[in-house]
């Protein structure tokens, strides 16, 4: 079987991937612990035993964090196909904690007692090699009991490997009893390599270029277009659009917006949403600080009686354009047809400029913020 460089190196071949310097790093990193993991284990002999040498540990693993679209969950996923270590295991890191709940409340109810061994018992069993995707510590229920649990596994020769979108100090930031959670952090830290991913690029938002991002008239091709633009840029499976996220996004002055569907950087908004309502610039500067894209249903043809929504629209493009959001939307007239006559309609014509900016590779190929 291909290792993981071999694999990495056939897809920057066949153009299928762009050379990366923080990629290339990470590979070769997971190369020397795939390299790590087959090195035949020593169990100690019977004098070894009888001095209390402990068992050889499993090999360190790996604590890949960097920004979204870096690559994080690509190079996990090429060195996880081909590892040759068995049995081993890939999972999402909240299902899998989800399991890791159900599983123990069931040995509680059996009556035992000390169910969260028996389950790490259980989960070493089933896998030497653990590849978490995008950890993430949420609630003071998996907080509580994560140091615990991945000292078990440790113990049991389990080699861990995790993407996250932070370092471990920042893991369940501001949580609740935080103060629980701070030895997991020091076992990380400990335990795993960390290491950075997080080059220049984000491959994700590459992906805009080259498509179209206004999509003129509001209908059913409009709105493909935009869902389809929001799973590629999410990389969400579309079976699964009916538990897309919500968020409510904190704004200046104590009040939330509620974004009916935010991930990954990315968020859905209805243009009755963001300009039918009483906000302001410092309220769209939030939104663009908090989101690299953006994507605007229903955007209407304006006429002379929707004074308040073109000026506030005007807001939020200049918002959305100095922090360099990237745009998509679907409308009923291209940007300099969107609103010819009325109040403001010549401040309009700047933002319709924008707007055409904003469509261009150049402006797509910019990073995030001002
Ligand atoms: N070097 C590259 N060249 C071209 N495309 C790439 C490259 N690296 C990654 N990609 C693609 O970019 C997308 C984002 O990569 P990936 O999902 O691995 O990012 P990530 O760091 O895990 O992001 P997140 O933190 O949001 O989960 C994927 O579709 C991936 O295949
Ligand atoms: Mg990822």
């Known amino acids: 079987m ?14 299928e991937l762009k050379p990366d ?17 087959n090195r035949p284990v020593e169990t100690p002999g019977l004098i070894g035993r009888l001095f209390g040498k402990a068992p050889p540990a499993a090999p360190k693993g790996l604590y890949i964090w960097g920004g979204v679209g870096r690559g994080k969950s ?6 996880f196909a081909a590892s040759s270590v068995s049995p081993k295991r890939r999972a999402h890191f909240h299902e899998f904690m989800a399991e890791v709940h159900g599983a ?7 009556g035992d007692t000390d169910p969260l061994m028996s389950v790490a018992d259980q989960i070493a069993q089933s896998a030497c090699l653990l590849c978490f995707d995008e950890m993430q510590v949420k609630d003071i229920a998996d907080a509580a009991i994560l140091s615990r649990l991945f000292t078990a596994l440790l113990e049991r020769g389990v080699t861990v490997v995790t993407t996250c979108n932070r370092p471990p100090r920042d893991l369940y930031k501001d949580g609740l009893n935080r103060h629980l959670f701070l030895p997991f952090i020091d076992l990380i830290e400990a335990t795993l390599d960390v290491v950075t991913l997080d080059g220049p690029t984000d491959y994700r938002l590459a992906r805009l ?7 003129v008239p509001n209908g059913p091709e409009a709105t493909a277009a935009l869902s389809s633009a929001f799973f590629r840029m999410t990389d969400y499976p579309p079976e699964d659009r009916e538990h897309v996220p919500t968020a409510e996004l904190p ?11 935010s991930l990954k950087g990315v968020a859905v908004f209805s243009f009755a949403r963001l300009c039918r309502q009483p906000l302001g610039a410092a309220d769209y500067l939030a939104i663009a600080r908090h989101y690299h894209t953006v994507l605007i249903v229903g955007i209407p043809k304006l006429g002379p009686e929707n004074r308040n929504e073109a000026i506030r629209f005007i807001h939020l493009i200049d918002a959305l354009y100095e922090q ?17 006559a009325g109040d403001s309609s010549f401040e309009f014509e700047r933002t319709a400029s924008r707007l055409m900016e904003m469509q261009s590779a150049a ?3 910019l990073g995030h913020g001002g």
Do not use: N
Request: no cysteine.
């Open 74 to 79: 690509m190079a996990m996923d090429l060195f």
């Open 363 to 365: 402006y797509l190929a």
């Open 251 to 261: 704004l200046p002055g104590d009040r939330f917006l509620h974004v009916p569907k």
């Open 209 to 215: 270029s080259g498509t179209q991002t206004w999509h």
């Open 21 to 37: 310097a923080a990629q290339a790093a990470v590979v070769a990193r997971l190369a020397a612990l795939e390299t790590a993991l």
């Open 104 to 110: 123990i409340h069931v040995r509680r109810k059996a």
């Open 2 to 15: 291909t290792d993981v460089a071999g694999r990495y190196a056939e897809l920057l071949a066949a153009g």
């Open 324 to 340: 360099k959001v990237k745009l998509v939307a679907a409308a009923d007239a291209r940007p300099d047809q969107l609103y010819p």
